[in-house]
């Protein structure tokens, strides 16, 4: 048999697209009603699929191949009418493909047309090289003028995770719509924002005629939600096969906080200098199964949920002051009212007590401990069957003072503490090294000169990120990795990442073109400026 090559990530170009349509089409009309239907339906359905079908939508290839290449490689009007079409069914079975559509979707409008559209200087410039990598990611290198100076690289990620209008959103997750100032939309903090935000400065300065001294790489990575394995590690590896070390990298993690940190006067902007690490493991219990009216004393279910509740009810040791997250707040310590100031400034005898208070909130507990949350919980298949299998996941994010190591260590011995229970490590790595923050670090010395050039009064301390981002794939690269993106976030914006009602104001998406258009300016600048004259 031969094998074709087919175009790598059209879906207007490869004929399987519209077979997949017919295929949803056929099955949608039978309404399967459980997974067993839909099974049996898709393979009946496929079986019945014709030669002719298949050879028709071989012969349109040269039309769409045309229409492709007369949108410049963008969507045609092949891939709109599928989507338009898939937008119109009841999912209530294809729940989860629902979700993958619309997130192909939305990534698709994105890496195609609306970048071409929305950025034609970006696109045509020849001062830009861009390609695709992994089929989804996108890697721009913007010249400069001053080839000896060592380029820097600025990240951001293009999907993001799971919304559903089920969950009360107030305007609907992926309209994008505006309401009261504010974009609303899975992805507008997480990270679409930076995204449109970096290539829209980018558009303005090179409309402007301005050429860059140093050249500089925009990411922006496809997969970042599932541990960037396709996206960023392959930029990685294009980058290290072509030679390149980066002065400084620049991703999100991190932002301004604004009446989130209790008894810090005004808002302050935090650049992470590291990252936590993380781990996710898989607990699972097995027997055989039995009948539910002989029950035996304890069921795997049962088994399990005690293990899961000892988890939640024996968090990891509190090591606030221990980590980077010790500088940060000795950093901002003249900034907060007495006696908190005076209590920052001496972390040394205060940290234990500050770590008590700062637990007690979500948000702040992640800055004190290795934090562990079960995520998902699978166990049963039918209500009079004993469960011969339940598992659940837990996601835990390590503190910079702890290694991978003592966590798996604490978990398997101590805390989950039932041999019934299988541990296994789905994955797992290292808290990030700390990035420097002196006055001769030129990347956190820019992007705190930028943050002073829009918010002059601007309090800017060395900060902690306490999620993970495509930019610990760059460690290699660089020794200068930074976290912050320059939005401002208010009490309740936390929980919007990954949450509902993921949103950015007008002010937020603005102020963030702002920020890359002066950070571009700034990375030219001669002599780093004056520390001693700033206003922290
Ligand atoms: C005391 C200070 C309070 C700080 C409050 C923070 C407010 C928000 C500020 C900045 C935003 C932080 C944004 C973090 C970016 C997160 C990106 C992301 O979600 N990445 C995934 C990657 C991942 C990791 C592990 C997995 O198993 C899957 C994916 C993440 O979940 O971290």
């Known amino acids: 048999m031969n094998v074709l090559e087919w175009p790598s990530q059209s879906p207007d170009l490869n004929p ?109 410039s020849s001062k830009v090289k861009h390609e695709l990598v992994a089929n989804y990611s996108h890697l721009f290198w913007v010249q400069g003028s001053r080839p000896e100076l060592q380029p820097y690289m600025l990240l951001a990620h293009t999907d993001v995770v799971p919304a559903s209008e089920d969950d009360a959103w107030e305007v609907p997750p992926f309209s994008g719509d505006e309401k009261d100032g504010f974009i609303y939309g899975r992805g507008t903090m997480d990270d679409k924002g930076s995204v449109m935000g970096i290539l829209a400065a980018l558009e303005y300065i090179l409309m402007k005629g301005y050429t860059p001294q140093r050249g500089f790489y925009i990411g922006l990575g496809h997969d970042e939600e599932v541990h960037g394995l396709n996206g960023a590690v392959n930029i990685v590896r294009l980058l290290k096969e072509r030679g390149v070390k980066l002065l400084f990298v620049l991703d999100e993690g991190s932002a301004i906080l604004d009446g989130i940190l209790k008894g810090l006067d005004g808002p302050a902007a935090l650049i992470a200098t590291s990252e936590k690490g993380a781990t996710v493991l898989k607990l699972s219990v097995s027997m055989p199964p039995s009948h539910a009216s002989m029950p035996p004393r304890e069921t795997t279910i049962g088994i399990l949920a005690a293990a899961v509740k000892r988890l939640e009810e024996n968090p990891m040791k509190r090591l606030f002051g221990l980590g980077p997250e010790g500088g940060m707040f000795e950093h901002l310590a003249h900034k907060f ?92 790595f290292d808290p990030l090294p700390i990035s420097p923050y002196d006055e001769t670090s030129f990347g956190f010395q820019i992007i705190k000169k930028t943050v002073l050039d829009m918010f002059p009064s601007m309090i800017v301390a060395p900060g902690m990120c306490i999620a993970n981002t495509d930019s610990r794939h760059f460690k290699d690269l660089s020794s200068s990795i930074y976290r912050f993106t320059p939005a401002i976030y208010k009490p309740g914006d936390a929980q919007r990442f990954h949450g509902i009602n993921e949103r950015t104001s007008r002010e937020n998406y603005e102020g963030m073109v702002q920020f890359f258009f002066r950070l571009f300016q700034n990375c030219d600048i001669k002599k780093l400026p004056d520390v001693s004259l700033d206003h922290n």
């Open 16 to 124: 399987i697209e519209n077979l997949w349509k017919d295929l949803k089409t056929a099955v949608h009309k039978r309404s399967p009603s459980n997974l067993t239907e839909l099974e049996l339906f898709c393979k009946e359905e496929w079986a019945k699929m014709s030669v002719s079908r298949c050879a028709n939508l071989v012969e349109s290839y040269p039309k769409r191949f045309a229409a492709v290449i007369a949108a410049k490689g963008g969507s045609t009007k092949y891939y709109f009418m599928l989507y338009e079409y898939l937008c119109t069914l009841d999912f209530s079975v294809f729940y989860f493909l629902k979700i993958m559509i619309i997130r192909v979707m939305y990534h698709f409008a994105f890496t195609s047309q609306l970048s071409v559209t929305s950025f034609p200087t970006v696109f045509s």
């Open 337 to 428: 009212r007495f006696p908190l100031n005076f209590v920052m400034s001496n972390l040394w005898l205060f940290a234990p007590l500050i770590a008590r208070i700062m637990e007690r909130n979500e948000t702040t507990n992640a800055f004190v401990r290795t934090t562990t949350a079960v995520t998902m919980f699978n166990a049963g298949v039918k209500e009079n069957v004993i469960a011969s299998y339940a598992e659940a996941f837990v996601n835990m994010r390590i503190h910079s003072a702890q290694t991978l190591k003592e966590v798996h260590s604490v978990q398997r011995w101590s805390t989950v503490g039932d041999p019934r229970v299988k541990i296994e490590v789905v994955y797992g």
